[in-house]
């Protein structure tokens, strides 16, 4: 079974500062990986995805995540924060099944 | 250039009564997963479908919940006499084929439960 594991509940920051929210996961299969932000009253948006190939994947409004195979690691950043990131953001994993496995959530807080 | 529709976008409902939950697929778009999200947690698998098939309902709870998706029309996650747990926020998804990488999103269904 696989396991998502986003380390900090809430993340407190301000505007203009760097950003880095933590994902871990387990899985004993090679897996794809996905970052999902999901503003207030709103449904999932996909801000990038591993699937393959360069361990550095950029995505949307200026974030990026880094792949890492021996820490099993997601983790997503941005390198100057704005007032409209503040929302939740959600690591997810697929391992070519039927679903995604997605970790608790990461709410960005953005404060000026 | 509609996406995945969600419809209601909240619903509240006392406990024994049904809900049902709508979700009409992105256009061409045949395969179509439902998710809960409890207060305070990630988003939880629990059924996927293709037209008129169930594929994997592995995270459905065995009784009271029921999720189809028919020829014509949209799918529909049925839950029959709902509890205050049953109180969550349900999303749908939809994807023109079977995998995860291009997933598109409603903005879900908030059911209440008093």
């Known amino acids: 079974a696989q396991s998502v594991t986003q380390l900090d509940s809430q993340v407190p920051v301000f505007e203009e500062a760097p950003v880095e929210l933590r994902c871990n996961y387990s899985?004993?299969?090679?897996?794809?990986l996905f970052w999902y932000v999901q503003y207030p009253n709103q449904g999932l948006q996909l801000l990038l995805k591993?699937?393959?190939?360069?361990?550095l994947v950029k995505g949307i409004n200026g974030f990026e995540a880094e792949f890492n195979k021996s820490q099993t690691s997601f983790h997503l950043r941005k390198p100057s924060v704005h007032i409209s990131d503040t929302a939740e953001y959600f690591c997810?994993?697929?391992?070519?099944?039927?679903?995604?496995?997605f970790g608790g959530g990461t709410r960005l807080m953005v404060k000026p | 250039n509609a996406g995945v529709m969600q419809n209601p976008r909240h619903l509240v409902r006392r406990r024994g009564q049904e809900a049902r939950l709508r979700c009409s697929p992105v256009?061409?778009?045949?395969?179509v997963y439902w998710y809960r999200q409890l207060p305070e947690e990630g988003l939880k698998f629990m059924v996927y479908?293709?037209?008129?098939?169930?594929?994997?309902e592995s995270g459905m709870p065995k009784e009271r919940f029921s999720a189809e998706f028919p020829k014509e029309g949209p799918s529909i996650l049925r839950i029959q006499q709902v509890v205050r747990g049953d109180s969550a926020a349900y999303f749908c998804?939809?994807?023109?084929?079977?995998?995860?990488?291009?997933?598109?999103f409603g903005s879900g269904t908030q059911l209440s439960v008093l």
């Open positions: 998804a939809s994807s023109p084929g079977a995998n995860n990488e291009k997933l598109f």
């Open positions: 899985s004993s299969v090679s897996v794809y």
């Open positions: 591993y699937l393959s190939g360069s361990t």
């Open positions: 997810a994993v697929d391992n070519a099944g039927n679903m995604l496995t």
């Open positions: 256009k061409g778009h045949s395969h």
């Open positions: 479908l293709q037209k008129e098939n169930i594929i994997d």
